[in-house]
């Protein structure tokens, strides 16, 4: 079985069972994430652990990509799996596909010397996808796959965070 009709399959799999039971498909992503030295991070969720940190000339000491890295990275693969989701499930053969993101930004929001908002003043992917599909075909596949995009839409609509704070008082002063 070729790798896009197994995908296929899965998909369709999960789609009648959402169908089905629209309850299975709700659900709450836990990740926790600690300070390990300076400002290197250790992310861990489920069975994964992400490590994150910042330049040197920041303060970090450079050990791993930084949160923006991973940010861009988060949308760029839900992008790319989204499309190829899809394709599969739409027969739209894809012999290769990457995803491209370019985010502006302005450092200085982070240290309080810009007016700028701190995270991107824009963002802008390229798809390049190579298939024996018409280009008609392509378009409307990427057109359904940024439909249904999870971080497309978390990068494009404003989401509600609510912080909620734990003080634990420590004996050093």
């Given amino acids: ?7 296929k399959n899965k998909f369709l799999r999960i789609q009648k069972a959402l169908t089905l039971k629209p309850l299975l498909g709700l659900g709450t992503g836990i ?10 991070c250790e992310t861990r969720e489920g069975d994964w652990v992400f490590k994150t940190d910042m330049s040197k000339q920041v303060g970090g000491s450079a050990t791993a990509s930084s949160p923006g ?11 790319a799996i989204g499309f190829m989701l899809w394709a599969s499930k739409l027969d739209i053969a894809i012999d290769s596909l990457e995803v491209e993101i370019q985010a502006d930004y302005d450092d200085g929001a982070l240290f309080g010397t810009s007016d700028n908002y ?3 003043l824009e963002i802008r992917y390229l798809v390049r996808v190579k298939s024996p599909a018409s280009r008609e075909d392509v378009e409307h596949l990427i057109s359904v796959g940024e439909k249904h995009s ?9 989401q509600s965070c609510v912080r909620q704070l734990e003080y634990i008082k420590s004996e050093k002063s």
């Fill in 1 to 7: 079985m070729t790798t896009q009709v197994n995908i």
């Fill in 31 to 40: 990740s926790k994430t600690r300070i390990v030295n300076g400002l290197s």
């Fill in 69 to 79: 890295a991973l940010g861009r990275a988060a949308l760029g693969s839900c992008l």
């Fill in 118 to 120: 701190p995270g991107y």
């Fill in 150 to 158: 999870p971080y497309l839409d978390v990068f494009s609509r404003a």
